[in-house]
């Protein structure tokens, strides 16, 4: 508790308005990889508490947010509480065609302090965001994930080459330097087999 209060980006979501810390990981990816452009259209996969939809929704996109968890409500942002592994149904049938040219993934397991079985957990939720992309995301469009560093994030890596053209590792300054998180971003999608 003593460290979450004295972290200066807990200290900065407070004078910035930010629901989040992790707010700051997403304006890091951002300028560094030049995710949004205005009038996009935008997935944010697990966007409790919303810290991401914010950033996003100051860039003048068109921004769905998906959670398992309630969030409260966003000037800009739709909100569907859905479970993107078990319900996946329930967004094939709203969407149907549509595409978008940014998908976002912070999903992250709650941790249960074995590091394996952490690593384990969050690869499953990165697949899953994975499937999601290769059914929603538009040709060119762009893709983050959030991963826990480990035996199987090399293979994940593979995964992504495979569907689009660039695919790099980034650790943001806002995340803290003894945490194994991760961000994969995936630039340029090319396809790929879409989900049975």
Known sequence: MHRHLNDKYVQKTNKDGYRSRSAYKLIEIDNKFKL?????KIIDLGASPGGWSQVASQKGVDIVAIDIKPVSTIAGV?????????????LRNKFKDQKFDVI????APESCGLKLLDHIRIMLLCEAALSFARHFLSYGGKFV????????????????????KTVKYFKPKSSRSESAEMYLVGLDFTGGKDLK
């Open 36 to 40: 949004f452009r205005k009038e996009q």
């Open 78 to 90: 739709e909100y569907i509480q859905c479970d993107i592994i078990n319900e996946l149904e329930i």
């Open 104 to 107: 976002l993934s912070d999903m």
């Open 145 to 164: 994930v959030k991963i826990f560093q480990g035996e199987s994030d090399k293979d994940f890596y593979n995964e992504l080459k495979k569907v689009f």
